[in-house]
């Protein structure tokens, strides 16, 4: 059973998982490498965001399906600061965390100095794949695979009446060769996304998303269900 | 007025005479006939070092007015050889491009006064000029460092670099003279930046320099002194006024290109325009044309060329500020030698530059303003005794009315005011870590520097100390350290500079000009012009371009799909009109002054409009136009007032009529500064009463507000003069001038920094967090003092606050009604303005209703919600 909680998933079976997706620490930092001197609470929301969540739900376990960190190269020791402490928010509330590797690998070294985190390529929990998106894995083809979820793609879509447009958040919850495929959105609050509809989303397959439910994230936990991308007016 | 501004008359010739050194007399004798009419204002006043602002038309002499008093002082002490190594003067000018100018006015006349004293067997020691601008290069200001010039030329930036440089400020110990010239020029966010720069260099200066401002002809010219001079211990220092008289008598006709003028705006009929332009080129030796963006400009020069090919070639250039500074340059040149037939430029040649002898001036489209239209009519005739020539050309009928009058202000010398923005911020935040940089202050006497100059004399202690709290990082709670540019110590009082980058970032940050990228637009179909590049846009239009939006470039209509990095890409298979006018970032609003005039004239024809012989007499002699112009304005006029009512000055006409929506077409004739503030503040108030968005359009002879059904009566009522303010500020705080003015303010005032680290931004990359910043922001406080000043520039600047209350007050007193006149359709008066499209929607749903609205839309597309 797999419910659709805000921007996250959480997955009801015998152990209750708590999916994310991209996370983008490090963005107060990439915001200042350009000079502009705003600083970001993004860690401060994410962490009030994650507790409420926490809290509200009975969680044994987090996946996190994304990048954590928002560039490469060089980042500040406050930046690792964030993430060791987001991580021990987690692991304080004796959860367990399965970080799957995004496209960058430094964090490898710090993190496998904590105990209780798993950090692979591709995760497999009963008939469910936990992966990045970026990357194809011929494991995720098994046949009592049926649910492949990821993230990386940030997926947004534009809603129009005609007069004016807004982009939103969303999941893209369709098929592929016979599975149920799920696209999460970003967690952060940078910027909405992309819309599929006007550039890839830079997935390792070819999905037919015009197919693909478009379910909006709204208000607090809320998910709205668009309907099909094909269904949802583009302007 | 003032007690301290006096207004002089020219001294006698042998008063001026009088006080020039023999030496620079025969000089001077030698080269003029005669003193000119300004230096008979000018000269002796600073010599007699007196602070003065001289005002007189265009026309070359103000320069050397301003430098004989000095080059005499000067060539005085060499003779006796007293003079010291040390900066006497500085000139600033807003133009980079001084060098010709300055060989000119200033090292010709040195270069010829030794010569003379050669011949006369006189030892003069040297008398040095410097330059520098932004395109002096490190070795010619390593020069300078090591042979201290007398003279200093510079820009307001460059000024505000050397006040910052610990060696080089030695040398203004004992600065006796200062020129603002151009001051006309400076009445805006880089005016109030020199300001505060000329009151830090003052402050470094252990003498008072002598104040001279050099200006055009402009309006208020109590304000404009003020603002040269200052204030010394709280009072105003003392400044004399010369208006030299405009003896030029402007010789100025209007020009409708077509027998009914409607039939001007039909493309076909761009032949007789280009011709007309044609006989008058033919007609003169050099001709300068003038449009009002870089686009005409582009366009008029392909159409002579189209219309007359090959006649043109080599003769013709086009001059606008997104050309290079080399292409501009080589214009320049080619005018000055004569080489040129004819110049088309928007509002890049109307400054100073010297650019030869014009004979005609062609203004195509209104200039906006009468200041305007003299500076550009001024820029012909600079023999000193020939008459400036120029021409308006109209283009559609409300084009007509508005040069009309005009020209007649024109005529009659009835100059519109300027506005000197002041008690803006991020200006300050600027000057304050400059002033930080340069050594510690005590804050209150950091204060009081800043109040001496006139934007900042009423700063108040709150705004201040906002400031500085802002520059030493407070906003950042913990992370201080990372943002704070300055520190603080409120227990001492002391400021100081932090960080040892504090000098590199001021030096390559600072400025008052926002950079401007342009985005090049590339087209994506019909397939077979994919990728075609088809022309630029600017930063500022594309910030306003929504997804669908059809504009006009280059003559042809395309369609706005995205931008990705650096390119706007469009479908130039497009058939519908146009949604939003091109120009628009770039359009001149229409001075308040003569918005008014254009609807005093609507009055007094409107008397009259039912006797049409006497009407036609009355329009020609008013205007001082022709039979044409006159038959055009009156069937104008009298279309409008069959269709619905004459507006005019004492009656503000609204009318309501129903399209695909419905309209309320407000025909306010103040310009569009103000017309874009009653505009915001009526469609807020409708879209306040139903909860919806609506759509406005503006331009300069009114506005309109669109939606689905408006209650006239509830929206006119709920805005008055009282509560304006607060509904604007309300009104603009989602919309994109905000958050465009917010960018600009944030560069200005160091949150943003164009150069870091030695990265520069693309432009395209700072648009990108213009979202994100403000809401950021917005997050620290909503009284961010960055934030603030955004707020105070797009109500005080971009749009015109306190004249707009003043509207409301004069309706509120009953000098002004306004008249709710039901209509089938648009106006003739307002068809302009309906077909030119909405300048921007209020929003007043946010997002997570709309997202609500449209999902339960959504559902009863697709049914039932299943998963």
Sequence with gaps: MIKFIGKCLLIESKKKILVIGDLHFGYGESLRKMGIMIPDRLFENLTLELNFILDSFEIDEVVILGDLKHEFGKILNSEWREINEFIDILLKRKKDVVIIKGNHDKITGIITEKRGILIKD???????????????????????????????????????????????????????????????????????????????????????????????????????NFGKLKEITYF | MEENLIYVEACEREEVIGILHPLVREWFFSKFKDLSLTQLYGVKRIWDRRNILISAPTGGTKTLTAFLGILNYLVSLSIKKELEDKIYAVYNSPLKALSNDIFVNLIRPLEEINELAKLKGIEMQEIRVGLRTGDTTASERAKMAKKVPHIFVTTPESLSIILTAPKFIENLRAVEFVIVDEIHAMANKRGVYLSLSLE???????????????????????????????????????????????VKEVEIGL???????????????????????????????????????????????????????????????????????????????????????????????????????????????????????????????????????????????????????????????????????????????????????????????????????YCYNELSKEDFYDVISYLAGDYALEHRNVYAKIWYNSESGEIGKRGKLARVIYLTNLGTIPEEGFISVEITMPAERRGQSVGKIDEGFLERLKKGDVFV????????????????????????????????????????????????????????????????????????????????????????????????????????????????????????????????????????????????????NGFYIAGESLDEKKIINSINSDNLESVLKEAIEKTDVLKRRFRHCASRGLMILRSYKGRTKSVGKQQVHSHFLLSAVKKISEE???????????????????????????????????????????????????????????RIEDKLKFLKRMHSLQMKVIGEDYD
């Design chain 2, 200 to 246: 830090r260099l003052c402050d470094e200066s252990l003498i008072e320099p002598v104040r001279i401002g050099l200006s055009a002809t402009v309006a208020p010219l109590e304000e404009v002194a003020k603002f040269l001079v200052g204030f010394k211990d709280g009072k105003l220092r003392e400044c004399l006024i010369a208006k030299v008289p405009l």
């Design chain 1, 122 to 224: 591709f995760y497999i929990y009963e008939d469910i794949a936990f992966i990045h998106g970026d990357k194809d894995f011929k494991e995720i083809y098994k046949r009592d695979i049926k649910t492949w979820l990821m993230g990386h793609a940030h997926p947004a879509v534009k809603i129009s009446d005609g007069n004016k447009e807004e982009k939103f958040k969303c999941f893209l919850d369709g098929k592929y060769k016979g599975r149920r495929v799920i696209i999460l959105p970003s967690f952060f609050d940078i910027n909405e996304g992309t819309d599929p509809r006007e550039f890839d989303l830079g997935l390792a397959w070819k999905f037919e998303l015009n197919k693909f439910k478009v379910k909006v994230v709204g208000e607090g936990i809320e998910v709205l």
């Design chain 2, 553 to 700: 470039l280059g003559g042809q209509k395309y369609q706005f799909m995205y931008t990705r990095g650096m390119k706007a890409y469009v479908r130039a298979d497009v058939s519908r009109s146009p949604t939003v006018p091109s120009w628009f970032s770039e359009m001149l609003p229409l001075s308040f002054d003569v918005g008014m005039d254009i609807a005093r004239f609507r009055g007094l024809v409107k008397e009259r409009i039912k006797k049409k012989a006497e009407c036609l007499k009355f329009i020609k002699e008013y205007l001082y136009v022709d039979d044409l112009a006159a038959q055009n304005i009156f069937r104008y006029f009298k279309e409008q007032e069959k269709f619905s009512e004459i507006p005019d000055n004492f009656t503000l006409v609204v009318e309501k009529f129903k399209q695909d929506k419905e309209y309320l077409l407000f025909h306010s004739m103040y310009g569009r500064r103000i017309n874009d503030a009653l505009a915001r503040a009526y469609a807020f108030a409708a879209a306040r009463l139903r909860m919806r968005d609506i759509e406005m359009g503006i331009n300069d």
């Design chain 2, 255 to 453: 020009i409708t290109p077509t027998e009914d003028i409607l039939e001007a705006e039909d493309p076909e009929n761009q032949k007789k325009l280009y011709k007309i332009l044609d006989d008058l080129i033919q007609e003169n030796r050099t001709t300068l044309i003038f449009t009002n963006t870089r686009a005409a400009t582009e366009r008029v020069v392909h159409h002579l060329d189209l219309h007359f090919p090959k006649k043109y070639v080599g003769l013709i250039g086009a001059h606008h500020s997104s050309m290079s500074k080399e292409k501009r340059f080589e214009i320049e040149e080619k005018l000055r030698n004569g080489e040129l037939k004819v110049a088309v430029s928007s509002t890049s040649l109307e400054l100073g530059i010297d650019i030869g002898s014009i004979d005609l001036v062609v203004l195509l489209r209104s200039p906006k303003g009468v200041a305007r239209a003299l500076q550009r009519i001024g820029r012909a005739g600079h023999m000193l005794h020939s008459n400036p020539r120029g021409k308006f050309i109209v283009l559609d009928r409300d084009d007509l009315v508005e040069c009309g009058v005009l020209m007649k202000d024109m005529i009659e010398k009835k100059i519109d005011e300027v506005q000197i923005p002041k008690n803006a911020l991020d200006v300050l935040a600027q000057q304050i870590y400059g002033m930080a940089i340069s050594k510690i202050w005590n804050a209150e006497e950091m204060l009081r520097v800043i109040r001496k100059s």
């Design chain 2, 784 to 842: 961010f003092p960055i934030l603030r000043e955004a707020r105070r520039e797009v109500l005080e600047d971009v749009m015109d606050i306190k004249n707009a209350v003043q509207i409301l007050k004069w309706i509120e007193k009953g000098r002004m009604k306004i008249k709710v006149i039901r209509t089938p359709m648009v106006s003739p008066f307002g068809l302009n303005l309906y077909v030119q499209g909405h300048a921007d929607f209020i």
